[in-house]
């Protein structure tokens, strides 16, 4: 599976990106799907998570982003309202598969300043 993330950019504190991820197959499929980030000098950190039994956050954007997915378009997004620049950091989108394995696509920058 590819997974192609984009949609990241400059951005001012308080103000909303939206990050998409086309997959080259099914996100029906999929067990989990996610989003995650890793800024300078930290470790990659798991953001956002949807499952068949709903959305789960990490507690530095609960409230603030929004996970969703369009099977249709086999497209996973990540709306990030009221961005802080504790945000800055490159965002990943993943998919994990049950029996199968992990799939990762390429990051996007974000990055969140005055």
């Known amino acids: 599976v590819q997974l192609q993330a984009y949609g990241g950019g400059l951005a001012q504190p308080g103000e909303s990106l939206r990050l998409s991820c086309d997959a080259s197959?099914?996100?029906?499929?999929?067990?989990?799907r996610d989003w995650y980030r890793q800024a300078p000098g930290k470790q990659r950190e798991l953001v956002a998570r949807?499952?068949?039994?709903?959305?789960n956050y990490a507690a530095a954007v609960q409230g603030r982003f929004t996970i969703s997915r369009d099977s249709g378009k086999n497209t996973l997004y990540l709306q990030m309202d009221s961005l802080k620049p504790e945000d800055t950091a490159v965002y990943y989108c993943s998919m994990y598969r049950w029996r199968v394995g992990t799939y990762w696509g390429q990051g996007t920058q974000v990055t969140v300043s005055s």
């Open positions: 197959e099914s996100i029906d499929r999929m067990t989990a």
């Open positions: 949807i499952t068949r039994g709903g959305a």
